[in-house]
């Protein structure tokens, strides 16, 4: 029974690219939340989504960031024109219901913006 | 702004002794709270959840919720040199939202 899948696990841009992170929850998982832990950070709620719908995306930036979790197919966050300060490990959870309910998370990915 | 308040550390503890954790959080309409272990470099790992007031027991792991102080602990008990890790508090803030608010966390050190 596979787990909360991420990929890459890590990933390395230059400034100005896009950064494309993916997830697959568990199975039977149809909650999926985005966090960032920044260095010496706590966890930093960024976005929930159920699929094709997202639901709160109040910790999101409103400028370069998006997600998504399509009908078909893994969650995706994406970040255009990545800077520096993007850098960070970027974690995916997924629960059975809502975030009353216990979520499980993934390895996560490290984006480094060189 | 809705916080989760946790002693960062290190706390350091023997092997075989209990760890005690602690919690604090501002939302008063915080309904679900949770205890997540993260080694260095790793995810976070969920231990326990606790919904009601009172103590909730798994394993060598107690969970302690006293909604009326806004408090939350973890006790850790027989205390082993796996269990040296950051322990992250996380609760589910009211008024429907439904991403978690994590406190920064508590370095925990088992002494051999």
């Known amino acids: 029974n596979a787990g909360v899948m991420q990929n890459p696990r890590h990933l390395v841009r230059r400034r100005g690219q896009e950064a494309r992170l993916r997830c697959s929850p568990m199975k039977g998982h149809s909650h999926v939340y985005w966090y960032r832990q920044l260095p010496e950070e706590g966890l930093k709620f960024m976005v929930y989504?159920?699929?094709?719908?997202?639901?709160?995306e109040s910790g999101m930036p409103k400028e370069r960031f998006s997600a998504e979790f399509p009908k078909e197919g893994p969650s995706i966050l994406r970040i255009q024109q990545v800077v520096r300060g993007d850098s960070a490990a970027y974690f995916c959870a997924s629960s059975l219901g809502g975030a009353s309910t216990e979520a499980f998370f993934g390895q996560g990915t490290r984006l480094t913006v060189v | 702004q809705k916080e989760v308040e946790q002693n960062s550390g290190p706390l350091s503890v023997p092997e075989g002794a209990i760890a005690s954790l602690n919690c604090t959080y501002s939302?008063?309409?915080?309904?679900?709270f949770f205890w997540y272990r993260q080694y260095s470099g790793k995810s976070p790992e969920l231990i326990m959840f606790?919904?009601?007031?009172g103590d909730k027991e798994d394993g060598r792991f107690t969970a302690q919720l006293n909604k009326a102080s806004q408090y939350v602990s973890l006790l850790i008990r027989d205390s082993q040199p796996s269990d040296s890790a950051t322990y992250l508090c996380a609760v589910t803030p009211g008024g429907g939202a439904d991403g978690l608010t994590f406190g920064k966390g508590t370095h925990l050190i088992i002494q051999p």
């Open positions: 606790i919904y009601s007031n």
């Open positions: 939302d008063r309409g915080s309904q679900s």
């Open positions: 989504l159920q699929k094709e719908n997202i639901i709160d």
